[in-house]
C-alpha cells in the first residue's frame, strides 16, 4: 500500500494517515489568503530549500490577491468595480487573462458561473457573514438588473475593460483561487519540487504522484461534517468541490448558502449538495465546479473534458468514467 495520504477536499483540514512506511517528511506552511487557508506541503526536499520554495509559492498567491480580491478596497479588481462604468479601464495582463478566462467558463456554462455577480453576492454575504438577514425581493431584483457577463465588455487591442451597467461588480470568489493554486504549482515546478500538495481552501492541487500510487484525497460528506463520502486517487491534478455545506447561514429555520443562481438570484437549488471537477488546471476545476453546483445535472453534458462527481439529494452519485473514485462500503 503506498497511499499514505488523506486530504479532505472542501474542508480546511489536511488530515495525515499513518501507513505503512512510517511517517513521511515535508515541509509545510499555512497562512490566510484569498478569504480562506492556504497551505504548501513539500515533500522530498530538504527543510531548508523547501520553505525557500514555499516562499516563493507564496508571493505569487499574494500577488494574486492584490489583483483579483473583490474585497480589499487597494486590489486592482476593487479599482475596475469602482471606474469602469464610467469609462475603458487599462489593466494588467494578469487581470485581462482571468477576466477573458472568466468570460470564456461564463458562456459556456449559460451563465451557472458567472464572474459578474458581485452585486447580488454583495447582498448575500451582508447576511451570510454579518447575520443581518436576508435581502429583500426588491434589493434582490435591482442588483440583478446590474449584473451579468453580457454587461462586461473586454478590448483585446487596448487590454481594457468596460461596464454596460452602472451597478456591474465583477466577482472572482469562484474563480481566483483555482488560478492562484495553477500559478503557485508553477512556481514549485519552476524551483524543483517533485511531490506537493497545495490546498486552497479544499480547492486542492497536486505535484507528482507520489511515489507512483497518487495521492489519496478524501471528498467531504455534504452531510456528516468531517467525515469523508468517498476517496480519490489522483495523478499531478487538481480535485475541486463547491459544496452548501461550507459557508451559509440559518435564517428562519431555512438554510441559506453563498452560491447564487442569477436565474433567481438567490441561492442555488438544483439538488445538487456537492460538486466536484478533477482536471489538470485548478481555476478549471473551480469554474466548472462552481458551474456544476448551480447547474446540477443539466450541466453535466459540457463536461466532455473533465473528471467529475455530482451528489445530489439523497447523497445520489453521478460521476464520469475516467476517475479513480473509492468508496469504503
Ligand atoms: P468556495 O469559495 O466555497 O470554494 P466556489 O468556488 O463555488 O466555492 O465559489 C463561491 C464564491 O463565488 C462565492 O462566495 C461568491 O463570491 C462567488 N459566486 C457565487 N455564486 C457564483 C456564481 N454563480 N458564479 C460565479 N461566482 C459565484
Ligand atoms: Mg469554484
Given amino acids: 500500500m503506498k497511499n499514505k495520504f488523506l486530504?479532505?477536499?472542501?474542508?480546511?483540514?489536511?488530515?495525515?494517515?499513518?501507513?505503512?512506511?512510517?511517517?513521511?517528511?515535508?515541509?509545510?506552511?499555512?497562512?490566510?489568503?484569498?478569504?480562506?487557508?492556504?497551505?504548501?506541503?513539500?515533500?522530498?526536499?530538504?527543510?531548508?530549500?523547501?520553505?525557500?520554495?514555499?516562499?516563493?509559492?507564496?508571493?505569487?498567491?499574494?500577488?494574486?490577491?492584490?489583483?483579483?480580491?473583490?474585497?480589499?478596497?487597494?486590489?486592482?479588481?476593487?479599482?475596475?468595480?469602482?471606474?469602469?462604468?464610467?469609462?475603458?479601464?487599462?489593466?494588467?495582463?494578469?487581470?485581462?487573462?482571468?477576466?477573458?478566462?472568466?468570460?470564456?467558463?461564463?458562456?459556456?456554462?449559460?451563465?451557472?458561473?458567472?464572474?459578474?455577480?458581485g452585486g447580488v453576492i454583495e447582498l448575500w454575504e451582508a447576511g451570510i457573514e454579518r447575520g443581518q438577514g436576508i435581502p429583500s425581493d426588491d434589493e434582490i431584483a435591482a442588483a440583478l438588473e446590474n449584473s451579468g457577463f453580457e454587461y462586461l465588455v473586454l478590448n483585446e487591442n487596448e487590454q481594457t475593460v468596460r461596464f454596460l451597467k452602472s451597478g456591474l461588480k465583477i466577482n472572482l470568489g469562484a474563480f481566483a483561487k483555482g488560478y492562484a493554486a495553477d500559478e503557485m504549482k508553477r512556481v514549485l515546478l519552476q524551483n524543483g519540487t517533485k511531490n506537493a500538495v497545495l490546498n486552497l481552501g479544499g480547492d486542492i492541487i497536486t505535484i507528482g504522484d507520489k511515489d507512483g500510487g497518487g495521492w489519496l484525497i478524501g471528498l467531504a460528506d455534504p452531510l456528516e461534517a468531517g467525515e469523508i463520502c468517498a476517496k480519490l486517487r489522483i495523478f499531478d491534478q487538481a480535485v475541486v468541490t463547491s459544496g452548501n455545506y461550507e459557508r451559509y447561514f440559518i435564517y428562519e429555520n431555512k438554510r441559506y448558502h453563498h452560491i447564487i443562481d442569477r436565474k433567481t438570484g438567490y441561492p442555488s437549488e438544483s439538488g445538487a449538495i456537492s460538486a466536484t471537477i478533477i482536471t489538470e488546471s485548478a481555476m478549471t476545476a473551480d469554474a466548472l465546479s462552481t458551474a456544476l453546483f448551480v447547474g446540477g445535472g443539466d450541466l453535466i453534458e459540457i463536461l466532455s473534458d473533465v473528471g467529475y462527481i455530482l451528489i445530489e439529494e439523497d447523497m445520489r452519485f453521478t460521476f464520469s468514467e475516467d476517475i479513480n473514485i473509492e468508496f469504503d462500503s
Fill in 7 to 117: 486530504f479532505y477536499a472542501a474542508v480546511f483540514a489536511l488530515l495525515l494517515l499513518s501507513g505503512c512506511g512510517g511517517t513521511q517528511v515535508y515541509a509545510e506552511r499555512t497562512v490566510f489568503a484569498l478569504g480562506t487557508d492556504v497551505s504548501v506541503r513539500v515533500y522530498d526536499m530538504r527543510e531548508k530549500e523547501a520553505n525557500l520554495v514555499i516562499e516563493k509559492a507564496l508571493a505569487r498567491l499574494y500577488e494574486i490577491e492584490a489583483t483579483a480580491s473583490a474585497k480589499m478596497s487597494e486590489s486592482e479588481l476593487y479599482y475596475v468595480n469602482q471606474n469602469a462604468y464610467e469609462g475603458d479601464v487599462f489593466i494588467s495582463d494578469e487581470l485581462f487573462f482571468l477576466l477573458k478566462e472568466g468570460l470564456f467558463y461564463s458562456e459556456l456554462t449559460g451563465g451557472a458561473f458567472d464572474i459578474a455577480l
